[in-house]
């Protein structure tokens, strides 16, 4: 009966982080990358899709390289891949037909983009962490790297004079490039000289001319929650589930642990007569032991009190005595494990 009430409680324990990890995995909301337009995460871009929209624009999400004749503003943030070939002559058309491409970030894809584009990037140290607008106002930024280009014009400069953020012609249109993802980030809106900056430069152009917004979402999840490629690690510390099957097996562990159930087949427990092992590996044994321990004077010491009664009580016998004398003196002047091991041996023998 004891054993039926154990294995009832040991699978209630089970059952109950299930549930708990199903429950979470349902509720939890799997994280977007950084710049998406659908996340509200501090590196989120959901915060200015959300704002454009309420001042009356119509922001898009750019799910195809196809782009809507109606954008006039198209925003990369922190883009996820290279510019190919069939996405350049996208942005060339759209820069042709007189659109204002915004792009921001620090990643190596915003890199090859930028330089890309005409647009030179020079990493920087220090780290930039505030700068000055080109009206001379004040704003947090973070950023390690610094933009030149012919002809552009600057937004954001840090205090040594270096270009963060830019403006040129690009084809019939603009290009806007800012060397960080912060001033157009949910955080980064958070402050208000910030958000002025972007109003004036990004949102308040395309609005005055009644042009659409565009925000780049291509190779990203285009829906909240959207599948993608997972591996055995995301799903065992990433979700709730997986989460619950090593917390049940910690606990199953623990309770096996501490009811002292064995975790396999019993361990015979022989008796130091039933061994195997010669005499010679015994005296090796604990001659390394002695070692490791720093005692083999010790060891000596004992090894001679021994053969030395026995030699005393005649338990050789008379025929054997002066060889088993000479092997009690070989042992008593061991100065090496290997001599004593040697010694001991040279007793059994004599």
């Not at 999400?61 to 004749?69: E, Q, V, Y």
């Not at 900056?197 to 152009?205: D, I, L, N, S, T």
């Not at 604990?286 to 060891?299: C, D, K, M």
């Amino acid at each position: 009966m004891s054993r039926i009430r154990s294995s009832m409680v040991l699978l209630a324990i089970c059952v109950g982080a299930v549930l708990i990890g199903v429950l979470r995995l349902a509720t939890e909301q799997s994280p977007q990358p950084p710049g998406s337009s659908y996340s509200a995460q501090p590196d989120g871009s959901l915060g200015l899709y959300t704002w454009i929209e309420a001042v009356g624009s119509r922001p898009q999400r750019l799910r195809d390289r196809a782009i809507d004749p109606g954008v006039g503003t198209l925003i990369i943030l922190q883009p996820t891949t290279l510019l190919d070939s069939e996405m350049r002559a996208s942005l060339d058309t759209f820069a042709q037909r007189g659109g204002t491409l915004v792009l921001a970030g620090d990643s190596i894809q915003w890199l090859l983009y930028a330089r890309a584009l005409g647009v030179t990037v020079e990493p920087v140290t220090p780290e930039t962490s505030s700068v000055t607008t080109s009206d001379g106002r004040h704003m947090s930024f973070s950023g390690r790297y610094r933009l030149r280009a012919d002809d552009a014009q600057p937004l954001l400069l840090r205090d040594n004079g270096d270009w963060v953020g830019l403006r040129l012609s690009y084809k019939q249109g603009t290009l806007i490039v800012l060397a960080s993802p912060d001033p157009l980030s949910n955080v980064g809106l958070a402050d208000a000289s910030t958000a002025r900056f972007v109003f004036r430069q990004v949102v308040a152009p395309s609005i005055d001319a009644g042009q659409a917004f565009a925000f780049d979402e291509i190779e990203r999840s285009l829906e909240p929650g959207a599948p993608g490629p997972t591996t055995v690690n995301q799903l065992l510390f990433g979700t709730a589930a997986g989460r619950a099957v090593i917390y049940a097996a910690l606990i199953t562990f623990v309770y096996l642990l501490l009811g002292g159930r064995r975790l396999g087949p019993a361990v015979v427990d022989r008796p130091a007569a039933e061994s195997q092992r010669s005499m010679y590996e015994h005296v090796q044994m604990l001659a390394n032991l002695y070692r490791r321990a720093g005692q083999f004077q010790v060891a000596r010491v004992a090894f001679t009190r021994h053969y030395a009664r026995r030699l005393a009580r005649g338990a050789m016998g008379a025929r054997r005595a002066p060889g088993y004398a000479e092997a009690l003196a070989r042992v008593q002047a061991a100065g090496t494990e290997s001599e004593l091991v040697t010694a001991v041996a040279s007793i059994d023998d004599a």
